[in-house]
């Protein structure tokens, strides 16, 4: 291809016009301390705002469907739901001794009974297999905060067991569960919180050999995540809040806020370096590092907005919080970042860390290694690019495969003490696991057949092998004798074929021959197997559309920032590729039991529901950084007459140091969210830190440099209704003068 370059007229002219950035960082540089305050002020008053604002939260909601249907029967019933606590009593060893074991039961029912904490006290059941007993307790008062008044039940369980040292009496329960889990893992987040800044610290320090500018990219990044922080709280009263959502503003206002300031930096830096003043290497960095700043920043707006087309107050706020820390992270960079730069000047490059200096320095060349992994693609583009894409689709293959389920409690290690009575509890009675609920609503005259069709339909599931026998289903009526809700028990795990098959015949067959004498009743069947079916059912119904959402706003972006259409084609090609590898890649550790020693983890046979669409817009959006970074290094090259072969090479190899750095640095940021206890958060932060490391090495080291050589000068082809005149670059200062003012 690079035979045209005689005929083919050259795509990218000489620029005339300053660019946006470029007047903003002139600005800055040249008023630091009015930005420096400015943004100072933006992040207090966030913060602010936010905090007397206050956070309006709402619990993941994955209803769908019929599930959602039955979801608002429920509701309109107005039932007391109050927390359940159940006592298991069960031998230590051999077999259960039904006397004692009664004994205990009669001990814990009475104390139970005297604390004011507890409603009522259901009688002993004895398991099918009489291997246990339960002790139901309903405790009194709101659900919401139950977890904060168990404590008194958790001591009296705690005088029983003492009391018979060869049962083993333990408690599990709503409140029980909330109280020991909600400590656990909020305590792996602030571990996963304090690491993250000094093991951030320590790359960047690797990165730059100097103590402030390692600490400037930490400092924008966390005034960014708290800005962020104090906005999605204002948000939060137009989309309600998730549990999770300011964990993930951390995770990704982290990796962007330092990833934006490094790009910044090492351009300024290097611009200095040459013998430029200060402002006009804060220049030369808006025009070129903070432009593309800008770019990837639109990228993953643009990206985000994608989970709106989804239905669920999951991805909203998970999109508003994601879009809002990017946006104040692209701000700050910007704006405040440019002033720092120019008022720190060369003290920028203080304190040296000796040894680490002359790493960094040596780093911010082209060095030896880079060139030696680009000289297969540069040598022989076409091979190494099929041999490349071929070994990523094969580790994309696993996806297809992919199965998709919701984590719930069952899902948790069993290295917590609690989650071990759980699996004693489920095996003794199956009906304390999964169930379904029937929801009916129904004229208030029709309510005793109504009454009567459900309790002969509970009478029948007591029959199926696929439904729990160890205690009869439990009928609710509302006051007003109109909503009537049938739980029935499930011995399986939600999105086992089990499980399935037992959905299918309710719904399908069960239910609807149960009420088909009653035309006017409303019914649904809900249940966490239920939802779990149709969460999964929806999100793949909407994946279609927003990944087609993603891929043509983002092309957009890009061919308004390159006006180049093979360059944004093999851009979304390349992230698509990236964006598969990682799946196939995340379906063989998570779905298969091989890794769970490994990773400390539990398989429970599939993917949370809604990661995968959440990690291709995320990754699409992040994996832009580096693309436009690069991309724009080599644009450069062929923009001062560089012949395409030659400007690939060199675009890739400036620009290694940087990407690696900033790669390490969200390879390492999304690693320790993988070590969290949640599966959910496990597989976002190793999913995202292999998809990122793939990303950085593979695709834009190996792939794009292959498939910008084979392309050739088709590349910058740009159609007559995209070319305009470009925006200015601050000249360079001719070679000679290279060294002044370098220290």
Known sequence: ?????????????????????????????????????????????????GGAAGTRTADADFSSGESRRAAEIVDSGRFSDPAMENILISARSDALDETIARRAAADITARLKALPAVAQVQSAVLA?????????????????????????????????????????????????????????IQGDFHKAELISLPVTLVILLVAFGALVAAGVPVLLALSSVGAAIGLCALASHLVPATDVLDSVILLIGMAVGVDYSLFYLRRER???AKGHSGVDAVEIAAATSGHAVVVSGLAVTVSMCGLFIVDGSTFHSLATGAILVVAVAVLGSVTVLPALLSRLGRRLDRPRVPLVWRLAARQEGEGRFWPAVLRPAVRRPKATLALAVTGLLALAAPALGMTLKLTDDADLPRSIPIMQSYDRLAHAFPSTGSSFQIAVRTPAGESARVRQALTALGERTQRDPLFAH??????????????????????????????????????????????????????????????????????????????????VFTLAVLLATFRAPVIALTAIALNSLSAAASYGLLTLVFQHHWAETLLGFRSNGGIV?????????????????????????????????????????RGITTSAGTVTSAAVVMVAVFSIFGTLTTLDMKQLGVGLAAAILLDATIIRAVVLPAAMITLGEWNWWTPRPLRREQHAVPERLPAATANVGSD
């Not at 999100?539 to 927003?546: C, I, L, R, S, Y």
């Open 128 to 184: 099918p297999n009489g291997a246990a007993l339960l002790v139901q307790a309903e405790m009194a008062g709101s659900v919401d905060d139950a977890g904060e008044r168990v404590q008194p039940l958790l001591d009296a369980t705690a005088t029983v067991a003492k009391s018979y040292p060869g049962l083993r009496v333990e408690e599990v329960g709503d409140a029980t569960m909330d109280k020991a889990l909600n400590g656990r």
């Open 270 to 272: 290097e611009e200095r």
């Open 1 to 49: 291809m690079e035979r045209r370059t005689t005929t083919m007229e050259h795509p990218i002219p000489r620029a005339k016009r300053p660019m946006v950035t470029v007047r903003i960082a002139r600005w800055s540089a040249t008023h630091p301390w009015r930005a420096i305050v400015g943004w100072v002020l933006f992040v207090a008053v966030c913060v602010a705002v």
């Open 609 to 649: 529901t809604w990661l995968p669409l959440f990690l291709f817009v995320v990754l699409f959006g992040l994996s832009m950084d580096y693309h436009v970074f690069v991309v724009s290094r080599i644009e450069e090259a062929v923009r001062d007459g560089m012949p395409n072969r030659q400007a690939v090479a």
């Open 470 to 551: 160890d205690r009869q289903p439990r009928l609710r009526t509302s006051a007003d004798r109109t909503v009537f809700v049938l739980d029935v028990g499930v011995p399986y795990t939600a999105g086992s074929d089990k499980a399935t098959r037992a959905l299918e015949d309710i719904r399908q067959r069960l239910v609807p021959a149960a009420l088909s004498g009653l035309p006017d009743a409303q019914y649904a069947v809900g249940g966490w197997i239920a939802m779990n079916a149709d969460f999964s059912s929806a999100v793949a119904d909407a994946m279609p559309w927003a990944i087609a959402f993603v891929l």
